[in-house]
């Protein structure tokens, strides 16, 4: 049997699968359909829209809506107050649920508090988007975006800190001790 934590008064709707360990707190509602991974944590007054699916450790800050169409995978952080949208031209005399776009948060990807995603636009793996970034196109592994409209100012490692390549185009995280390549604009981990 799974188990998990929800506040009294946290909504969580049928067909919903949470993975154990996972905590939704205060007034948040968890929509039908979802897929909640192990060891998430739900902050207050979040909505998760239908057939959302989170992966597992997966932090959800307080006041954060995250729609249908979206996908995070593990270990993805979303700050305070972010959001994601799900139509491009959204309009309230015409429905547009049929044209829901996807995005992935990839794994280990961290987004800042009140930062907006257009939908359609994936953030790669261990990206880092500053506090109130709006992206509006597609971010690269390990880069590090700020602004309105978000632009890319530099790389971070896996643990979330600045790297700064040598002519080699290597860098050393300064928590970890990992080493990157910086080759044709994309960062790898090397191992």
């Keep these: 049997m799974l188990e998990y934590f929800a506040h009294e008064t946290a909504v969580i709707d049928e067909g919903c699968e949470i993975g154990n360990g996972t905590k939704i707190w205060h007034f948040s509602h968890v929509m039908p359909n979802c897929v ?6 739900i902050g207050q007054n979040v909505v998760i829209s239908p057939e959302v699916v989170l992966g597992s450790n997966v932090k959800v800050q307080n006041n954060v809506s995250i729609y249908t169409g979206v996908i995070c995978e593990d270990d993805v952080f979303l700050g305070p107050s972010m959001v994601f949208t ?4 959204p309009r309230s005399a015409v429905n547009r649920r049929n044209q829901y776009l996807k995005t992935t948060v990839k794994k280990g990807a961290s987004i800042g508090a009140n930062a907006t995603i257009v939908c359609g636009n994936d953030i790669g793996e261990y990206a880092f988007i500053g506090a109130g970034a709006v992206v ?8 590090l975006v700020v602004g309105n409209p978000a632009k890319q100012i530099g790389w971070v490692s896996t643990h979330g800190h600045r790297l700064h390549f040598d002519d080699n185009g290597m860098a050393t995280c300064e928590e970890s001790g990992e080493r990157y390549k910086l080759e044709e604009n994309q960062v790898t981990l090397e191992k």
């Design 136 to 143: 509006t196109k597609e971010i690269p592994a390990f880069a």
């Design 86 to 89: 799900n139509v491009i031209n």
């Design 36 to 41: 909640l991974g192990e060891r998430c944590n």
